[in-house]
Structures are given as C-alpha cells and as structure tokens.
C-alpha cells in the first residue's frame, strides 16, 4: 500500500463518503457527479484490496479497515485542511455546505426556527439534524459526521469544547380550568397533585425531583413518558402536572389551553450548551456556523 500509488485527492473523498454515510450526499457535497464519487471509491478499494463501505439500506457503513484508517488518517487530514483553510475565509453567500447538528427533540422545536431564520438570506447552506445518543456524540463530534451538539451540560473529554448558549428555567404547565389556578400552586398542592414525569429512561427521578429532595419532598408520579408534547396533551385533558423548560412550554402554550406557572420552590435551570471537537475549531465554515449557532436566542 505505498502512498506514492495513492491520489491524496482520494483521501478527501474517502473522508466526505465516511461523514456523509452515503454516496450521493458526499457527491453533493464534493460538488462532484456520483458516478465520479462511485469511480474513486473503487480505486480506493483497488488499493486497499478491501471493500472499505458496504451499503446496508440507504446508507453506506465503513468495514473495520476503513474505521481504523479512518480514525488514523484524520488527524493529519484536518492538519492539511487546517493549513490550507487559514488563506481561505469562509463565504456563506458563495459555498454551498451542509452543516450538521446534534439536537434532541425539545431543543429542535425551540432552536431550529430561530436558526433557520438567520440562515434564510444563504439558500446554498443545508442543515442536518439528527438525534445522537449522548454516550456517541464525542465519537461522532471526533469523527466529523457530526458538526456541533446542543445538550445540557454533560461530562467530556479534553478534545471536546463546549461554551453556554442559554438557561432555560423549569415552569409548571397545567390546563386553563384546573382547579389549583383557583387555590394557587404551593409546595402543599404541588406535592398533593398527580404528575407526568418526561424522560427517555424507564425509572428513577427527574431533575426536579433531586432539587424537591432538598426539602425531604416527594411527589406523585402518575405517568411516565417520553415527550413533552405527549405529556402537554395529557395534562390538557386531565387535573395531572408537568414541570417542564420554560421555552418549550411556551411553545405549547401558544397553541393550546396550557396555562404556565412558576414552580412553588427554586429549582435548577436547564443549562444548554454547545459543544464541537477541537481539532475543527479553527475550520473557517465551522467558526462562522458557530458564531451563528451562539447568536440563537431560542
């Protein structure tokens, strides 16, 4: 495998069908035909005399050489586009570029039609959003499938940055005739009501819960599920609660007969960060997306 038979171009389109997970998005993003992207790709398994992708559905999953050459070469692949970058600035008006961005189902409805606002006057720019598992998102950050992830303040390692893009509070979301908008909501009748708690996991407390233990209080957890929307829909139609962000109720409110309240004792406010790898911090598209992504007030 000597790198003098290697076209070092080949190395550009192995990296962009790695990130893209597809032939025809790496196409589009290489501003290339896919018969073209289809012709360097079977040179680089000529090369490698290994099938480097195999396609399962409509994606296109790296063989275990390619996931090894993958995380071996990318480090001095990023050094080059560094390199080369830093003579280069980005222009949003002129490049077309497909950014991607690690969001969970809440934070889709409160960040993405502010983002998307501020991106209207740049029709060549794409954004991909996607759900990643909390224990993939350094892999993927690390692996430049995924651009930047918004998330609350989570654990990482040193190759992860990470800065705070807002605070959300936690409210109380009840519907418009229920009965505590006449007695008030006090610790006394938040405690003494029937609750939704919202989480992906199938037991154990919510965050509102930890902070009620401050006081040796509990509630009553008459459902658990899964999605705020699921539980707005519930408590629209039962005497049940939920404590949810403050962003996203407002949302709902708008669009229902929900009624916000404050919570009957401080609770702790929902964090929500940015996070990106370090080796494309200084990637001219990445630095003005970012700056982009901190300005959303969403």
């Known amino acids: 495998m000597s790198l003098g038979r290697l076209d070092l171009n080949l190395l550009h389109v192995f990296d962009t069908i790695y990130r893209e997970g597809s032939l025809t998005r790496a196409a589009r993003a290489l ?5 073209a992207v289809s012709h360097s790709l079977a040179r680089l ?5 290994d099938p480097l992708f195999t396609r399962q559905g409509n994606q296109m999953v790296p063989t275990p050489l390619a996931r090894r050459f993958a995380e071996s070469m990318r480090p001095g692949l990023t050094q080059i586009q560094n390199a080369v970058n ?6 949003p008006a002129r490049h077309r570029k497909t950014f991607s961005l690690g969001l969970r189902d809440v934070l889709e409805s409160t960040f993405l039609p502010p983002l998307m606002a501020t ?3 740049y029709p060549d720019l794409d954004i991909v959003s996607q759900r990643v598992p909390r224990r993939e998102m350094e892999t ?22 990470h800065e705070l893009l807002r605070r959300d509070q936690l409210v109380v979301v009840v519907r418009q005739d229920h009965p505590l908008l006449q007695t008030g909501l006090t610790m006394d009748t938040y405690l003494a009501a029937r609750h939704v708690l919202v989480s992906s996991r199938a ?8 902070a009620l233990s401050r006081f040796s209080a509990h509630r009553r957890i008459a459902l658990r599920c899964q ?4 539980a707005c829909r519930v408590v629209a139609q039962t005497d049940l609660l939920v404590t949810m962000p403050e962003a996203y109720a407002r949302i709902i409110a708008e669009q229902s007969n929900l009624i916000i309240l404050p919570p009957p004792a401080e609770l702790p406010s929902l964090d929500v960060h940015l996070y990106w790898h370090r080796a494309y911090e200084q990637e001219p598209a990445l630095v003005w997306f970012r700056e982009r992504l901190a300005g959303v007030e969403g």
């Open 45 to 49: 398994r000529d090369h490698f005399e």
């Open 140 to 161: 993927r950050l690390a692996s430049g499938k995924l651009d930047f992830a918004v998330d609350v303040l989570l654990p990482i390692s040193e190759q992860t940055c």
């Open 86 to 91: 830093q003579f280069h600035a980005f222009d």
């Open 227 to 230: 999605h705020y929307f699921a």
């Open 119 to 121: 991106l209207a006057d």
């Open 203 to 210: 037991e154990g407390p919510g965050v509102e819960d930890f």
């Open 31 to 35: 501003h290339l035909t896919q018969p």
